[in-house]
């Protein structure tokens, strides 16, 4: 097992690496608890220092903190906000009043002394920002009498540090991409602290498609650093922005330069996993057209294809005689004419055994004619095999003999006779035919008459990306779109529908746990294959997903979608990439969180244990780790492998693991079936449940949560699971957890006879059943509330008729189930034979008789009840009739007999509850 702690992206600062590893998720631990108000309500302490300490770090070089004023900003903003912890909020003591030796105790609690042990050298400095840092509390000018104090930083540093703080401290209230105030009382804060003076700039995406969107991002992001100097600071779904010295007046070139990198950069990625389009199949080795559009030189193409090729193991002796019988079995069927000028040529080429690198050379032939015969190039049989005789300048006569290996003789076997003909007639070895079909690939590639996929990109880049509000997308191209779909109404992208040529792309294209059907359907109705027209722009985004996640059949995988409350800091996002990248390593492909144990240890604390993310290696359940970082950006996400042996088990599965994300990084977040976010930014609360299963909804309610309804779901999803712990002591209780969930969304009150069975079911003995029953009571009320009045209601008369019944002993001889409901059953019992002979009343009346005899014949001689028990039975029977039978069923004989086993199994659970107390 291992914790997913962050690790800080390449600052060559071992203080802040410190920082990251003692005090952000460690020593802050007492903050994420406390929930902030006003305009931060939704979060919490600890994330709102986290964030303000990531950003201080980041404008560092901006304002020339040296390492000192490093750590003592970073001290005074850790404990800024310390007024807001319990011994100060609780008597309304005001930050102005902490006193030197309580900000100095405050940075010890949070480990801040572990990493800077000598700020008691500097706590005037570190006292004097952290009461000062509000506006609100500030009557102008930073300090008063400074030369009273023992500040170690002169007079215009504090005050330059002072309004560093502030801006870092106001920017989280900046919600939106779009917000400008907040923004700009940032960027006044940020120029007073500094020698120079910024502009705030951005670059904004109009869409998103998942981590083809995030390498957008991150791509631009890294041409505007380096080709600017722009600083990136607030990173939002939607764009992120920079600090810049001066703005950019894009022109159209500069833009399309931009639009280039952005191109080559993601083309990078793709073409370092280019090998997983070129596989090994029963008629040679094929490479993906989806390979030959990546960029990827002929070169390095072949070359993977040759190491396929010598990576078999040795050809075997009989490999020869096998392809000889069956070229010779097809030729049998020629017609007579044929055969003596065939066995001139064949029995002369075939007359002994094959060299390997006859064989390896039979291999390479094919391996060129199946991508002749892409639709890269889409060369008919015919032509591909006149393509290699032209290249070795094989004699038209022996290209006859060749002609006669046809059909599939000729696609399994040609190239076997071919390659030692021209090895031992034509004097070549495998090297010269090498180079041969090197060069010849070069220039079918370069020459490819096929649309140059880099312009359809770039074209899509123009469309989406602006910059500062200037974007240079023709504005020919909303027409073009129109134009495309009355031209060819049955040859849009299935996904997106964008004017652009398209490829025909089956399930093997995609992830191996998507199927066809997940595409939407453009295609004209009427026979032929399954298949669905795919863009060029969508092919990235598909063989995106396909290289970096792994995805297995067997599995569900669902996704992750995370999104700032407000905006990532750069370092926050730097961190989280080059984490999971050192999670990765180099065998691990996958992590499973270990929602389990984290369950089972936060039931165990008051609180949350210390904000750690506990996982274990895994091969198929549970998040695949990226390849590549650069899919990690504006919006996290990360898919997850879901085990479960249906949707029901699959989804609480997913949930689970979701809420621990948002609780450990206090995200937004939406849960989908879909690798691209549903739903923009705006558009949801905190937790946005895609594809919830029907049979849930009772139980969780609507798909869009807010902040309070997913703090009473994480709750409900913790009593659940204290609850299956008690009733079930095995290692695997996903089957219990969710047959409990599906009956809440049905009847939260028939919860009371399930756990009654699972109770009986794996209890020893009465007094087993009476422990485990009072120990998951009041969780099961818990769950109950959501229930609402009625429910509540029910719930309140069993617990009334249960004390009754315990408090008297009205009950059979022992503590067993049926003892326990005798009363119980008489009443039913009569209830069920109710007729014009036998009303209520006499039934009531009966009822009290047959309970009284029944405790008379199993009570010993010496201890027969009396005037005083029947008068309790008759309180029990007047209870049931009157609060249960009148009140909550209104007198509906027919609904109260329908709901006797639920009712029996609640009366069960108080009836214990009141035996114990009593």
Known sequence: ME?????????????????????????????????????????????????????????????????????????????HDMNKIERFSKDNIPLKKASNEDILEELERVNFLTIFSEAEDYIEDIGLLVRNHSDKFHTGGSF????????????????????????????????????????????????????????????????????LTNMVHNATKDYLEEEYGWIPIFTYPEGIHYLAEKKVEFSKKEFSNLARSVEDKIDK???????????????????????????????????????????????????????????????????????????????????????????????LLRAYYNILRTDKF??????????????????????????????????????????????????????????????????????????????????????????????????????????????????????????????DWMAGDVQDNIKIQFFSNRLKGGGGEPKRNICKVCNKQFVLEKLNFTAYSQTKTMYLHFYPKSFYPDIFLESFKKTLNSLKGDDRSSILLLSDKMIVEELKEEHDPNRELIFKETKSNGNPLPDYSEVIGNVITLPLNCPGDNNTQQFIFALQQILIWMRYFNFRAILSESAVPPLKSNEFDRLYLDNLPFN????????????????????????????????????????????????AADNLLELFFVLDRLIVKNSNTANQEITTSNKILDRLERILFKGGKEVMETAKVMAELGELGAGSYIKGKSYKRNSLLKPIDIIFDLLERKSEYLDEEIIFATATQEIFDHISRISPEDRKPGDTKYQKIEEFITAFKEKLFEGVYKGKLNELIADQKVLKSAYLFYYRKASKDS
């Open 696 to 743: 849930l909804k009772g139980i969780i309610g609507e798909q869009n949560l807010q902040e309070e309804e997913v703090d009473e779901l994480w709750e409900m999803i913790k009593d659940f699971y204290a609850i299956c712990s008690e009733v079930d002591e095995g290692t695997d209780r996903r089957k219990i957890y969710a047959q409990l969930l599906r009956t």
């Open 3 to 79: 914790l997913f702690n962050l690790v800080a992206p390449d600052l060559n600062n071992d203080f802040f690496d410190d920082f990251l590893q003692e005090i952000a998720f460690k020593g802050l631990a007492p903050y994420y608890q406390i929930k902030q108000s006003g305009k931060r309500e939704g979060t919490s302490l600890g994330e709102h220092v986290l964030m303000g300490d990531m950003l201080l770090e980041r404008l560092k070089e901006i304002c020339q903190l040296n390492e000192l004023e490093e750590k003592i900003v970073l001290a005074a903003y850790t404990v």
């Open 144 to 211: 008063l009498s400074p030369s009273k104090k023992n500040y170690k930083l002169n007079k215009k540093r504090l005050d330059q540090l002072l309004e560093l703080i502030r801006a870092v401290d106001i920017a989280d209230l900046s919600h939106d991409f779009d917000e400008e105030y907040m923004k700009a009382k940032f960027l006044t804060k940020v120029n007073v602290a500094g020698d120079k003076q910024y502009f705030l700039v951005a670059h904004r995406v109009s869409e998103h498609r998942g981590i």
């Open 269 to 363: 990625v793709m073409q370092g996993e280019f090998s997983n389009f070129i596989s090994s199949t029963s008629t040679g080795i094929k490479v993906d057209i989806k390979c030959l559009d990546l960029g990827v030189s002929f070169e390095q193409i072949l070359k993977i294809v040759n190491n396929r090729i010598h990576s078999k193991k040795s050809y075997n002796k009989n490999q020869h005689s096998n392809t000889t019988k069956k070229i010779e079995k097809k030729l049998k069927k020629l017609d007579q004419s044929c055969v003596e000028e065939y066995s001139k040529f064949f029995n002369i080429l075939l007359e002994d055994a094959f060299k390997e690198e006859e064989f390896y050379l039979g291999e």
């Open 378 to 503: 889409a060369f008919n049989a015919e032509q591909a095999w006149n393509r290699l005789y032209e290249l070795f300048e094989v004699k038209e006569e022996v290209q006859a003999y060749f002609e006669l290996l046809s059909g599939q003789a000729a696609v399994f076997y040609r190239h076997y006779p071919l390659a030692r003909y021209l090895i031992r007639e034509n004097g070549l070895s495998y090297e010269d035919i090498y180079q041969v079909l090197e060069a010849e690939g070069t220039k079918l590639l370069e020459n490819s008459t096929k649309e140059d996929k880099d312009s359809i990109f770039k074209r899509y880049i123009y469309r989406i990306l602006s910059i500062d509000g200037k974007s240079f997308v023709d504005k020919e191209e909303f027409k073009t779109s129109f134009d495309y779909y009355l031209e060819k109404p049955y040859k849009q992208c299935s996904t997106c529908g964008l004017d652009y040529e398209v490829d």
